[in-house]
């Protein structure tokens, strides 16, 4: 039974199907849901509930303008910006319950300014030379999986 809880957040998140599976992954893990800026869909699309089947009402979704406005609501938590341009691996950090998994758009990422800042929390998960990037919500549950597995 998982009793630990964590944070993942979706930063202009694309692809609606996506952000369904999150959001199951969500609920089966007993994580808060945060989607900061602009969205590449509605939030009653069609295919966005399809993905996250009958899961919502198991979900805390929060809607940020900004990532700074979340920044600010949790001052003392832990951020980790998940990124293939970083040589951190995720499995070399210690996760702490409240812990924040931040996620950028499927097509472009995190931007590079964020990275820079927040340089020190950013991590990647290990991947074939000359691939782009997982899947989203595959990532989502690697990174989410670790940490509820650290803290059993």
């Not at 990532?67 to 040589?87: A, E, G, H, V």
């Not at 074939?128 to 803290?151: C, H, K, P, T, W």
Request: proline content about 4%; glycine content about 6%; overall charge positive.
């Amino acid at each position: 039974m998982i009793k630990t809880k964590f944070n993942i957040v979706l930063y202009e998140p694309e692809i609606p199907q996506n952000t369904g599976n999150i959001v199951r992954l969500c609920a089966c893990t007993c994580a808060d849901l945060h989607l900061v800026g602009k969205l590449g869909f509605s939030l009653s699309d069609k295919y966005l509930k399809r993905a996250g089947l009958d899961y919502w009402n198991s979900v805390n979704i929060k809607k940020y303008d900004t990532l700074d406005d979340l920044l600010i609501k949790y001052p003392s938590s832990s951020f980790y910006y998940l990124t293939t341009k970083s040589k951190k691996v995720y499995t070399s950090i210690e996760f702490h319950e409240g812990d924040f998994f931040v996620f950028g758009p499927e097509t472009r990422g995190l931007p590079e300014s964020l990275l820079k800042k927040y340089s020190d929390n950013a991590i990647t998960i290990p991947m074939a030379e000359g691939q782009r990037s997982l899947n989203l919500s595959n990532s989502v549950s690697i990174v989410l999986y670790e940490a509820i597995r650290q803290n059993g």
